[in-house]
């Protein structure tokens, strides 16, 4: 298993027409958002702007979480759904998208057959959970909205806190993890099968 751990403050923040984004991962690591080349691309935004509209992109399947706030997101021609913290809406990169509502968000985008799913989880200080990785998924991430936590896979430990994020990727068979809740945490957990 491969591990990357991208603390909070080496996270780089990027200016786009709404607000802001920070890009967690993306795959394969040479791959470029702007190119539009990469399998799958993980990002959290913050949405200062009350009325957004969506960059197109063809090809490119997303899914987009709500962490903090109300949005209103309307696809042109096909539906409207209002999420709140912790709903998610799954659609076509190529689809007429805009949204009502300033947020904090979690995005999930995927390519060339790449499937993915988005998660939340919540444990309460002292709880711990273990999981088998990889058995129908190439890549799993644990992203900290709150609290921390302690990952732990054979001798060795990660620690998360608030924003931090950890991406698991396949190498050989399945993996055995324990996460171990610090204190109260929120979290959500990407799936990609590619």
């Known amino acids: ?41 993980i990002s959290s935004a913050k949405v200062e702007a009350e009325t957004s509209v969506f960059t197109k992109l063809p090809g490119v399947s997303r899914i987009l979480m709500v962490l903090e706030g109300e949005l209103q997101l309307e696809h042109k021609g096909r539906y409207t759904t209002n999420l709140k913290k912790f709903d998610s809406d799954s659609f076509e990169g190529s689809w007429d998208t805009t949204s009502q509502g300033k947020v904090n968000d979690f995005n999930l985008m995927t390519r060339e057959g790449a499937k993915g799913t988005l998660q939340s989880k919540i444990l309460q200080s002292g709880e711990s959970f273990s999981e088998t990785l990889f058995v129908n998924s190439s890549f799993v991430g644990f992203y900290l909205l709150c609290g921390s936590i302690q990952l732990s896979h054979l001798s060795k430990t990660y620690s998360l806190h608030k924003n931090d994020f950890i991406l698991l990727s396949k190498d050989g068979g399945s993996e055995e993890i324990k996460i171990t809740a610090a204190e109260y945490c929120e979290m959500l957990v990407p799936l990609i099968t590619i």
């Not at 923040?13 to 607000?19: E, R």
């Not at 802001?20 to 702007?34: D, R, V, W």
């Open 1 to 41: 298993m491969k591990i990357n751990l991208l603390k909070k403050e080496n996270q780089i923040i990027s200016v786009w027409a709404g607000g802001t984004t920070t890009q967690l991962a993306i795959y394969p690591e040479s791959a470029s958002y702007h190119l539009r080349d990469f399998i799958f691309r």
